[in-house]
């Protein structure tokens, strides 16, 4: 099992499954990362979070603790 977290800047990667519950997976879904949603890692902060994906033809920053809840392939 790959999560977004793990995925390398520069990498592409499909959205698998959401792993979590409640608030916080309702809250990624409403970012519009869902189930076979292709999504690319563009940067990373100078500490390393938050991450700046690309999902959707917009850019969005996850804090790493969302991105380990995304399963990816």
Same mark, same amino acid.
């Given at each position: 099992m790959k999560t977004l /977290? $793990?995925?390398?800047?520069? $990498?592409? &990667?499909?959205?698998?499954?959401?792993?979590?519950?409640?608030p916080v997976k309702r809250r990624i879904m409403d970012m519009g990362i869902t189930k076979g949603t %292709?999504?690319?890692?563009?940067? &990373?902060a100078p500490l390393g979070d938050p991450i700046e994906v690309t999902v /959707?033809?917009? %850019?969005?920053s996850l /804090? %790493?603790?969302d991105a380990e809840m995304i399963e990816v392939e």
């Open positions: /977290r $793990e995925t390398k800047i520069g $990498e592409a &990667a499909i959205v698998v499954k959401l792993h979590g519950g409640g %292709k999504v690319y890692v563009r940067k &990373a /959707r033809g917009y %850019k969005l /804090r %790493k603790a």
